[in-house]
C-alpha cells in the first residue's frame, strides 16, 4: 500500500465542502472512504492468496502425479537389484558334465526343444495332426485330434525334439504349435559304463525349462553336487577310464557269447588307490533311452540290473585265498605247511568233499591247497581259525556290509551271510559257498589283501593318492598270497589266465546256481576269475564273473570257471593291460613271497 | 568477497553434479557393455558345449571301432597290444627315410558315418 498506487484521498475537498454546505456530517465520506479502500486491499490480497494456493496445489499436484508415475513404473517392470557393478561370474545354472579319468565326457548336456500346443490358436486341427503325423510317426493321430479338439488349453506333444524336426514343425505354419527351451541330458557313447551313470530325466516342468534330474547310479548319487550351481559347471571327474570301459565291454560281450552265458560283469580296481577303472555289467542298456524297470518277474533279467554291484551271488573258491592269507597272518600255516586233505570230511549230517569229488591225497602243502583249490584243506584250516576269527576278518575286508561306492544301488547290495555264524558255515564260507556278495565286493577284497595289505574302499571318482587304509594283513602275507595266486595261473586250476609279460595271479571260482525254492541246480553255474596283475608288483585287480556259461568244444560240456571265466579274464587283460600303460615285463625270477619262510 | 565465494561454491557444486551425472552414465555404459559381453561369453559357452558333445559323440569307441574296421584295408588299425610297447633301443637312429606315403590314401577328408550301422 505505497506510493505507486493512485490513492483517493479519504477526505476530498469538493464533496467536504459541499457536504458542509448541506449541513452533513463530513467525516461520513473519510469513513466511506476508508472502507472503500479497505475492500479494495482486501480483494488485492484474497487474489494473491488464492494465486498462491494455486501455486501450492499445482505443486502438490505435480508431487502426487510423480509418485503416481514412479509407483505404476515399479509395479509394471520386473524387480531389479540396484548394482553398482557388474557380477564378474555367470552362474552356470545347467546340469555339470561327467567326465572319465582323462576328461572325455560321459555325460552332457544339450539344448534342444519341447514341442506343446494351444489347441485353441489352433486354425486347422486335422491339418495340423496329419503333419504332425507325418513328422513324428509315433504319435497316435486319433488321440492327438481328440485332444486339439477337445477342451484342452494346453497339451505336451513332444519334450525333446531335434532341430531339424523343430523346423519342419515350424514349417507347419500353425500358430498353435509352441516350442519351449529344453535342456537334455545326452551320453554320448550310448551304452558305455551304462550301469555307472545310469540316466536322467525331467523333473518340475515348465514352458521354458525344465528341470533335470539323475535317476540312477551316479547321476542320483551326485545329482544335488552336479546341480550345484555354485561349482560353476566344472564337471564331476569319475575314476573310470573310456577306453578301458569300451575295451572291456567289447571283449566280455564277446566271451558271454561264446560261452552262452545269460550274463557277465567285471570290475577292474586299483589296488592302491581303489579306483574302479571299468565296471561292467552284461546286458547292459543305452541311457538315452533308458527302459523302464520290469514290473513282473526276476528284477535281475532286466538289463537295468548291475550284475557287478547288485548281483550278489556266492562267489565260491575265489574266498579260499582269505582263509589261507588268515591263516598265514595268524601264524597257523605258512606257504609250506602241510595241511590235511583226506576226505571226506564230515560235520554232522553234512559231508564237504572237493569239486567232481577228485581226492587230493592225504597233504598238500598250503600253496598246493591253493593251486588244487581243495574244499577239505581250507575247511580245516578255517576251522583252526574259528567262527569269530573268520567273521571278524570278513567283516575288516568290508564282506558283510554293503560297498561304499557311489552309486544308489550300492546301499541296497547288502551281502547274504547266515545270521548264525555256525562251525559249518565256518567251513563252506572259508571256500565260498554260504556267502553271497558281488563281485565288487571280490574286487575290494582282493585289492585289500593283495596291495600289501592295507585295506581299500572302492570308489569311482578319481583319486590323486593311495588311500592308506589300516593294515588288514602284514605285507608278507599279502606278497605270499599273490605268490600263490601267481601259481594258481602257472601250475594250477587258472592255466588259461597267463597273460605273456603281465605275471596275472588270481583263483578261480565255480559255484553252482541256487535255486529259487531250495537246493542248487546241477547244471548252472557262476563262475568267477578273480586276478591281480602284475602279481609281482600288483597294480590292478580284476574280478570277471559269467552267469550260466557253458563250454561246449569238450565231449562234455564244461561249466567250471578255469574253462569260461579265465579265458576271458585273460582276454581281457591282454587288450586292457597296454591301454593302461603296463609295458609287459619279462618276470622276475623269483617271487618276493617265496621267501616268507625264511625271513621269519 | 563474500557473494564471490557463494558464486564460487554453487559454480563448484555445478561442475561437480555435471561430472557425476557424466560418471554415472558412463558407469552404466560399462556395467551395460559387461553384460552384454556376459551374454556373448554365455553364447560361446553354449556353443563349445555342443561342440564339446558333438566332439565326444563321434569319437565314441564304438564308433571309431566301426571306422577302424570299415577302413581296415587302407589304414590297418588293430586294437593295442602288449607287442607293441618297444624299448627305446629298439629305435633305430639316425632315422631311415620312410616311402612317401600315397597321397590319395591319407588324410581321412570325408570319412564314413556309421551312426545307423548296428550290430
Redesign the interface.
Known amino acids: 500500500m505505497t506510493g505507486e498506487m493512485i490513492r483517493t484521498p479519504l477526505r476530498p475537498l469538493a464533496r467536504i465542502l459541499g457536504a458542509r454546505q448541506n449541513g452533513e456530517n463530513p467525516d461520513w465520506i473519510e469513513r466511506e472512504n476508508i472502507r472503500k479502500r479497505h475492500e479494495v486491499m482486501r480483494d488485492k490480497s484474497r487474489e494473491m492468496a488464492e494465486g498462491r494456493l494455486i501455486v501450492l496445489g499445482l505443486f502438490f499436484l505435480a508431487g502426487f502425479a510423480l509418485i503416481g508415475a514412479r509407483m505404476t513404473l515399479l509395479a509394471v517392470s520386473e524387480p531389479v537389484e540396484p548394482?553398482?557393478?557388474?557380477?564378474t561370474s555367470?552362474i552356470i545354472a545347467?546340469r555339470a558334465d561327467i567326465v572319465d579319468r582323462h576328461g572325455?565326457?560321459l555325460a552332457?548336456?544339450?539344448?534342444t526343444h519341447s514341442l506343446y500346443a494351444h489347441p485353441q490358436d489352433l486354425i486347422d486341427p486335422a491339418k495340423a495332426v496329419a503333419d504332425l503325423t507325418k513328422i513324428f510317426p509315433d504319435l497316435d493321430a486319433e488321440r492327438l485330434l481328440k485332444d486339439f479338439t477337445g477342451d484342452r488349453k494346453f497339451l505336451w506333444i513332444k519334450r525333446k525334439i531335434s532341430p531339424e524336426q523343430k523346423q519342419a514343425v515350424h514349417d507347419i505354419g500353425e500358430p498353435g504349435l509352441l516350442f519351449g527351451p529344453r535342456e537334455m541330458r545326452?551320453y554320448?557313447?550310448?551304452s558305455?559304463a551304462a550301469h555307472v551313470l545310469g540316466g536322467a530325466s525331467f523333473g518340475k516342468e515348465a514352458v521354458n525349462s525344465a528341470e533335470v534330474i539323475g535317476t540312477a547310479g551316479v547321476e542320483k548319487h551326485f545329482d544335488e553336487y552336479l546341480r550345484d550351481p555354485a561349482r560353476d559347471g566344472a564337471p564331476l571327474e569319475l575314476s573310470l577310464d573310456?577306453?578301458v570301459q569300451?575295451?572291456a565291454e567289447?571283449v566280455l560281450d564277446g566271451g558271454m557269447r561264446l560261452f552262452n552265458a545269460k550274463g557277465a560283469a567285471s570290475v577292474l580296481m586299483d589296488v592302491h588307490t581303489g579306483e574302479v577303472i571299468s565296471l561292467v555289467s552284461l546286458p547292459d542298456f543305452d541311457p538315452n533311452e533308458r527302459p523302464r524297470p520290469l514290473t513282473e518277474g526276476d528284477q535281475s533279467d532286466s538289463p537295468l540290473f548291475n550284475r557287478a554291484l547288485q548281483g550278489v551271488y556266492e562267489l565260491g573258491s575265489a574266498f579260499k585265498i582269505f582263509t589261507a592269507a588268515q591263516a598265514m597272518e595268524l601264524g597257523l600255516a605258512n606257504p609250506e605247511t602241510q595241511v590235511n586233505t583226506q576226505g571226506p570230511l564230515k560235520w554232522g549230517r553234512f559231508t564237504i568233499g572237493e569239486f567232481q569229488n577228485k581226492n587230493y591225497g592225504p597233504t598238500l602243502t598250503l600253496t598246493r591247497v591253493i593251486e588244487k583249490s581243495s574244499n577239505i584243506g581250507t575247511a580245516r584250516l578255517a576251522m583252526e581259525i574259528g567262527n569269530t576269527r573268520q567273521k571278524a576278518f570278513l567283516r575288516e575286508l568290508g564282506f558283510l556290509e554293503p560297498t561304499p561306492l557311489e552309486m544308489v544301488e550300492a546301499k541296497g547290495a547288502a551281502p547274504l551271510y547266515p545270521s548264525n555264524w555256525s562251525e559249518l558255515s565256518t567251513m563252506t564260507i572259508s571256500y565260498g559257498h554260504g556267502i553271497s556278495t558281488s563281485p565288487l565286493h571280490l574286487a575290494a577284497g582282493y585289492a585289500s589283501l593283495l596291495n600289501g595289505g592295507r585295506k581299500v574302499q572302492p570308489t569311482l571318482l578319481k583319486q590323486t593318492r593311495a588311500q592308506l587304509g589300516e593294515q588288514v594283513v602284514r605285507p608278507e602275507v599279502s606278497a605270499a598270497a599273490r605268490a600263490m595266486l601267481r601259481r594258481v595261473v602257472t601250475e594250477g586250476t587258472a592255466s588259461f589266465g597267463d597273460?605273456?609279460?603281465?605275471a596275472v595271479g588270481g583263483k578261480t571260482g565255480t559255484a553252482d546256481k541256487p535255486r529259487p525254492r531250495g537246493g542248487y541246480y546241477d547244471d548252472r553255474t557262476i563262475t568267477t576269475f578273480a586276478s591281480v596283475f602284475p602279481a609281482d608288483d600288483p597294480k590292478y585287480v580284476l574280478v570277471v564273473t559269467l552267469d550260466e556259461p557253458v563250454e561246449t568244444s569238450g565231449e562234455k560240456p564244461r561249466r567250471s570257471a578255469g574253462w569260461t571265466a579265465v579265458p576271458v579274464a585273460a582276454e581281457l587283460i591282454?587288450?586292457t593291460?597296454?591301454?593302461l600303460g603296463l609295458?609287459?615285463e619279462i618276470e622276475p625270477a623269483t617271487l618276493q613271497g617265496i621267501t616268507l619262510t625264511s625271513s621269519e | 568477497m563474500k557473494s564471490f565465494l557463494y558464486s564460487l561454491c554453487a559454480l563448484a557444486v555445478m561442475g561437480l553434479a555435471f561430472w557425476a551425472y557424466s560418471e554415472n552414465y558412463r558407469?552404466q555404459e560399462?556395467?551395460a557393455k559387461?553384460?552384454s559381453l556376459?551374454q556373448d561369453?554365455?553364447a560361446a559357452r553354449?556353443r563349445v558345449?555342443?561342440l564339446?558333445?558333438e566332439?565326444?559323440?563321434l569319437?565314441?569307441?564304438?564308433r571309431l571301432?566301426d571306422l577302424a574296421e570299415l577302413n581296415y584295408p587302407r589304414l590297418e588299425l588293430l586294437?593295442?597290444?602288449?607287442?607293441?610297447?618297444g624299448a627305446i633301443d629298439q629305435i633305430a637312429y639316425p632315422r631311415p627315410d620312410l616311402p612317401e606315403l600315397p597321397v590319395s590314401g591319407l588324410p581321412i577328408t570325408d570319412p564314413v558315418d556309421v551312426m545307423e550301422r548296428s550290430e
Open positions: 548394482r553398482a557393478t557388474a557380477t555367470q545347467q572325455r565326457v552332457t548336456n544339450f539344448d545326452l554320448p557313447n550310448g558305455i573310456l577306453t569300451a575295451a567289447r597273460v605273456a609279460g603281465y591282454r587288450r593291460a597296454p591301454l609295458r609287459p | 558407469t560399462s556395467i559387461v553384460e556376459h561369453i554365455a553354449s558345449a555342443v564339446k558333445a566332439w565326444a559323440y569319437n565314441r569307441p564304438d571301432r586294437p593295442l597290444a602288449p607287442e607293441q610297447f
